[in-house]
């Protein structure tokens, strides 16, 4: 595997990320529906407030097991409920 890297050609924002829209609706529509789930018991509503904990605590797992910020992180899984919560937790590891 080769990596290649080229300067930036704009300038990144110092405040704001991805991750302030998961906060932002965790405090302004705690209790909304943002995803349906697929359990063995059919679907399942998950509400923006328990989405943000759930994301919180799998980051937290994630810097317990030494992902700092700037560590390269690898997700395959299919497109479901789980890529997106360990994507965001991700994220806000660093």
Avoid at 12 to 29: F, H, K, Q, S, W
Wanted: hydrophobic fraction near 40%; charge should be negative.
């Amino acid at each position: 595997m080769r990596e290649f890297s080229t300067p930036l050609t704009i300038e990144v924002p110092a405040t704001g990320n991805l991750t302030d829209d998961v906060v932002t609706n965790a405090r302004e529509a705690r209790d909304q529906v943002g995803f349906s789930r697929r359990t063995e018991q059919g679907w399942e509503d998950v509400d923006y407030g328990r989405f943000h904990a759930e994301v919180c605590s799998v980051a937290k797992g994630l810097m317990a097991a030494g992902v700092e910020a700037g560590d390269r992180v690898a997700l395959i899984c299919k497109t479901r409920y789980e890529w997106t919560l360990l994507d965001y937790a991700i994220w806000f590891a660093g």
